[in-house]
Nanobody, 124 residues
């Protein structure tokens, strides 16, 4: 069983930065790829970024490439998402996911466990 807890969300002005953190419990954290997804009100959950179990491979949605960076520290059971140059349309609840496959998947079907989410609000 893997439990995921996100933190780091908040209110930021357009163009600003935030760093999200996902703390995972369980000894098998390093076996799994980890991902970040987001969901805005009235919209479907969408892929943001993912990282493979080893950290050697990353995957990004086209809309965030060059602005967001995902990383992981397997010794600390933590995944980070550094978000720069944020836009108002990126206001959403951001979710951490993991616990099914080792690759950096971009589908919700690639993940078994989900955190409760952290709110990110970008003001214009």
């Amino acid at each position: 069983q893997v439990r995921l807890v996100e933190s780091g969300g908040g209110l930021v002005q357009a163009g600003g930065s935030l760093r999200l953190s996902c703390a995972a419990s369980g000894r098998t954290f390093s076996y799994y790829g980890m991902g970040w997804f987001r969901q805005a009100p009235g919209k479907e959950r969408e892929f943001v970024a993912a990282i493979s179990a080893s950290g050697g491979s990353t995957n990004y949605a086209d809309s965030v490439k060059g602005r967001f960076t995902i990383s992981r520290d397997n010794a600390k059971n933590t995944v980070l998402l550094q978000m720069n140059s944020l836009k108002p349309e990126e206001t959403a609840v951001y979710y951490c996911a993991g616990g099914l496959r080792s690759r950096a998947g971009d589908s919700t079907n690639d993940y078994l466990h989900w955190g409760q989410g952290t709110q990110v609000t970008v003001s214009s």
